[in-house]
């Protein structure tokens, strides 16, 4: 599967900004998705994670209450909405897919190894 991240941009503290990953190649609905931020200098970490059909959304502390992820199978799409944007948000977005039916996912969805394909990620710059 090919991953394309967009919707990143600048906006200033407190606003809001959709990121869209689209998806070609094998059925998207195989899929478990997660989004995961690197910030400058410091490891990529954790941000949010759905199943196959959305029953089941994970989210990092840090942004639970003001992330949202969500799919669309349909159009072969997952989301990131992130509404109350904080400077400390800043930092490049990329999305990534997990094409395993192991349940070993429900534990492990916010490990960056857990994934085996990745987009080429997008610039989220958050100005106080």
């Known amino acids: 599967v090919q991953l394309q991240a967009s919707g990143g941009g600048l906006v200033q503290a407190g606003g809001s900004l959709r990121l869209s990953c689209a998806a070609s190649?094998?059925?998207?609905?195989?899929?478990?998705m997660g989004w995961f931020l690197q910030a400058p200098g410091k490891e990529r970490e954790f941000v949010a994670a759905?199943?196959?059909?959305?029953?089941?959304?994970y989210y990092a502390d840090s942004v639970k209450g003001r992330f949202t992820i969500s799919r669309d199978n349909t159009k072969n799409t997952v989301y990131l909405q992130m509404d109350s944007l904080k400077p400390e948000d800043t930092a490049v977005y990329y999305c990534?897919?997990?094409?395993?039916?192991?349940?070993?996912?429900?534990?492990?969805?916010?490990?960056?190894?857990?994934?085996?394909?990745w987009g080429q990620g997008t610039l989220v710059t958050v100005s106080s």
């Open positions: 759905i199943n196959w059909l959305g029953g089941v959304t």
């Open positions: 190649g094998r059925a998207f609905s195989s899929y478990r």
């Open positions: 990534a897919a997990d094409s395993s039916s192991s349940s070993t996912w429900y534990r492990k969805y916010h490990l960056v190894g857990e994934y085996e394909y």
